[in-house]
């Protein structure tokens, strides 16, 4: 058997391995690992590059922003944030029609400006959001999907940890990644608004307008999240940091929100290690075993003979790109959307390159990063996979989560809507770093 055979039939390997439900990040080792075997017949050179990419993986620097970005998530939380972000949304939201999901979905976006990770999001929110949702009379199946969908802007709202890890496989700039991921991110708070208003019949939970000095005051309160947006994002775009020094000053900055608080103590801030350790574990994993199969793939010549066949098809680019998109969609109901970028970006990054699509290089790194968060975020909401689902289903037991399911096709449908205004209008995405 061929090298590029072997590498073609690693794929359907690797799938089966996930639907038995082997963690990801093994699964892709293992293949890589089983893959370099049998195409060198040599089991040292396959233990010799598990050495090699074992030490390249975890020496890396770049990668030191991502358990920052996950504590400043954790600190996030237990200073109390979300619960500020939650009541001054509902004080500018709670009295139109759906006012509490509309103030659940913005209040998710809020907390994505501070926190860089969906799963965190989903779960945070919905603790504080979904107790209120309830008891005003919201649909179970609602105010589940208002707030998965919710968590997904976790990653598209800057900072964001996909986008951290897409820039080091693209060599893309992060903080023109964060400044053009802030529009497209507005757009889905704002579709997912309008698909939470539409899924409400009548007017449960409407609560009574607030007064302007209610208003301002609730306002007011949100000048910590201010700050942590501006020193983060701006922080970076600005060159005052590097990525991993805004996480880092995140991270501080909300542990004394924590601690001025009251909320930080040892048990709470030793939880909240444990957590961010946990969580690196799992990405660092996923990082390590998509390296590794992705340099089997790399001997094995896939890449290069996937781009033949694009161009030897023909294709226009742009039919290509949204064949490309397709693909994410249909990735992910079976894989999470950190294994997906880690597994696809070094395949399609350089087959990309070879197509036209009238921009230079940097702009397209940041275009098509912005089109693939959006697209792998659907993987979150859609089944079977779908891990906001099943946060939030943990958190609201007695919803069935067929029910959820249900009412997250308004959800999916804003999310399709969004994918194709930005393809279709690169400039939404471009305009603020060019």
């Known amino acids: 058997m061929s090298d590029l055979a072997l590498g073609y039939l690693s794929l359907p390997v690797l799938l089966a391995l996930i639907f038995l439900r082997m963690p990801i990040g093994l699964a892709m080792a293992l293949c890589g690992f089983g893959g370099l075997w049998i195409a060198t017949g040599s089991p040292g050179i396959a233990l010799a590059r598990l050495k090699s990419e074992t030490y390249s993986t975890f020496a890396n620097y770049n990668l030191t922003v991502v358990p920052m970005f996950l504590l400043m998530g954790q600190m996030a939380a237990l200073s109390g944030l979300s619960r500020t972000l939650f009541d001054g949304a509902s004080a500018f939201l ?33 603790r504080i959001a979904l107790p209120e949702l309830r008891r005003h009379g919201y649909p179970g199946g609602l105010s589940t999907a208002a707030l998965a969908a919710g968590g997904t802007l976790g990653i598209l709202i800057p900072p964001s940890v996909i986008l951290v890890i897409y820039a080091m496989l693209t060599e893309a700039n992060v903080g023109d990644l964060f400044l053009a991921a802030l529009v497209p991110g507005l757009i889905a708070a704002a579709l ?55 996480a880092a000053v995140g ?6 929100f924590a601690l001025l608080g009251g909320r930080l103590t040892r048990e709470s801030f030793a939880a909240a290690l444990k957590e961010t350790a946990a969580a690196s574990a799992m990405i660092y994993l996923v990082i390590f075993g998509a390296g590794f199969y992705n340099g089997f793939l790399a001997l094995a010549r896939l890449p290069q003979h996937l781009a033949g066949l694009v161009g030897g098809a023909e294709l226009a680019p742009l039919l290509v790109l949204a064949l490309i998109l397709a693909l994410y969609i249909v990735l992910g109901c079976v894989m999470d959307s950190l294994s997906m970028i880690l597994l696809t970006i070094p395949v399609f990054w350089p087959l990309l390159l070879q197509l036209d699509l009238g921009m230079d290089q940097d ?45 997250m096709v308004p959800f999916l449908t804003a999310d399709l809507v969004r994918v194709a205004i930005l393809f279709a209008l690169p400039v939404l995405t471009l305009f603020l770093v060019t």
């Open 363 to 407: 702009s397209l790194a940041i275009w098509f990063g912005i089109l693939v968060l959006s697209v792998v975020e659907i993987g979150l909401i859609t089944p079977p996979v779908g891990l906001n689902l099943f946060i939030i289903n943990r958190l609201a037991p007695d919803v069935p989560l067929t029910a959820t399911w249900r009412a």
């Open 94 to 126: 709670g009295h139109r029609r759906g006012g509490l999901a509309l103030a659940a979905i913005g209040a998710s976006a809020g907390f994505g400006a501070i926190c860089g990770s969906s799963l965190a999001t989903a779960a945070t929110m919905g």
């Open 251 to 256: 991270a501080i900055l909300t542990g004394l």
């Open 192 to 246: 997912y608004m309008a698909a939470a208003r539409a899924g409400v019949k009548g007017g449960e939970g409407v609560l009574p307008r607030r007064s302007l000095a209610e208003r301002l005051g609730a306002l007011g309160r949100l000048w910590q999240v201010g700050l942590l947006f501006v020193l983060v994002v701006g922080g970076i775009y600005g060159g005052l940091f590097t990525p991993t020094e805004a």
